[in-house]
């Protein structure tokens, strides 16, 4: 990601996905796209957006997803110890990242799914 610039951790097929880039479109930001699924984030990368958005890598999982089940991560700690294997998990398996992820241009970040958080963005 380019610096000052505006990027969202996109899945079309999701609605809260969706939901953000239109709401990001009606508020005039300009951004990038980045199919995180088909581009997925690496170990670093997710260690930066973390560091953005005040985060462990526990907060952003889905950890309903059925490849969260298989790994067992309901029983994974959740300590300093263990964020390294988390985020790990996380580049492995890109699916089990929240989505929206939005990366603002002041270098924030923000979980876009609640309308409050969508206000956030402008």
Same mark, same amino acid.
Not at 58 to 67: A, K, V
């Given at each position: 990601m380019t610096a000052g610039q505006t990027e969202i951790w996109h899945n079309p097929r999701c609605t809260k996905s969706r939901d953000a880039t239109a709401h990001l479109d009606e508020a005039?930001?300009?951004y990038?796209?980045?199919?995180?699924l088909d581009d997925p984030p690496t170990a670093d990368e997710l260690r930066?957006?973390? %560091?953005r958005l005040g985060a462990q890598p526990?907060? *952003?999982?889905? /950890?309903?997803?059925?490849?969260a089940k298989d790994l067992g991560m309901a029983e994974w700690g959740r300590t300093p110890a263990d964020r390294d294997r988390w985020i790990e998990a996380l580049? %492995?398996?890109?699916?089990?990242?929240?989505?929206? *992820?939005?990366? /603002?241009?002041d270098g924030t970040a923000v979980v876009a799914?609640?309308?409050?958080?969508?206000?956030s963005l402008g």
């Open positions: 005039g930001i300009e990038t796209v980045r199919r995180y930066d957006v973390l %560091a526990w907060d *952003i999982t889905r /950890t309903g997803e059925q490849i580049a %492995a398996n890109p699916k089990l990242i929240q989505r929206p *992820i939005v990366l /603002t241009a799914r609640s309308e409050e958080a969508l206000r």
